[in-house]
């Protein structure tokens, strides 16, 4: 599976168990502090996803876990190629899932919040028109992003004009 997502155009994927995981609730806070805007206005994101142990749950009944990362040349104040980035890299690795399907499925935690709609239809006061393949963002599930890219061995760009994007592909 590696060896396909590099194909796909990630930079780094890494093989782990859930239980290495670091799970930080703090993170929380962040989401609470809206800085993405999306606090109540996705359903994929904070309070809407679920509790900081329902998240931590759902990844954790998967034992096994696929680590995506890309790395881009960007400023993160270009909001429209910052979200292009982000989409394509969720792209990926809808593919790479769709691909390789598991006997019971996959717990997706992407590089953002879902970004199936635009806007969401919580934003709206509608359903969600997906379901099924909506996901939450890695900070959503409270994962320590840092130590996940440490155990894997790879760099955390997020300076200098160089912004890497995670994800977990849980199985």
Do not use: I
Not at 59 to 83: F, I, K, Q, T, Y
Not at 102 to 121: H, R
Not at 137 to 151: G, H, N, P, T, W
Request: some cysteine; charged content about 25%; proline content about 5%.
């Amino acid at each position: 599976m590696t060896a396909a997502a590099l194909s796909l155009g990630f930079t780094s994927a890494c093989m782990l168990e859930t239980k290495e995981l670091v799970f930080n609730p703090d993170f929380r806070k962040d989401c609470e502090e809206n800085y993405c805007g999306n606090y109540g206005k996705n359903y994929t994101c904070p309070p809407s996803c679920g509790s900081v142990d329902s998240m931590r749950a759902r990844l954790l009944r998967c034992p096994h876990a696929l680590m995506l990362v890309s790395v881009w040349d960007l400023d993160w104040r270009n909001g429209e190629r910052l979200r292009a980035v982000r989409k394509q890299h969720n792209e990926w690795a809808a593919r790479l899932m769709a691909d390789f399907p598991q006997p019971g499925g996959w717990q997706y935690a992407g590089a953002s919040g879902c970004l199936l709609c635009d806007p969401c239809g919580e934003a709206l006061g509608l359903p969600c028109r997906f379901p099924e393949q909506r996901y939450s963002c890695l900070s959503a599930y409270c994962v320590d992003v840092r130590a996940l890219a440490e155990r894997c061995g790879v760099e955390y760009f997020r300076k200098d004009g160089r912004l890497s994007f995670f994800s977990l592909c849980a199985f």
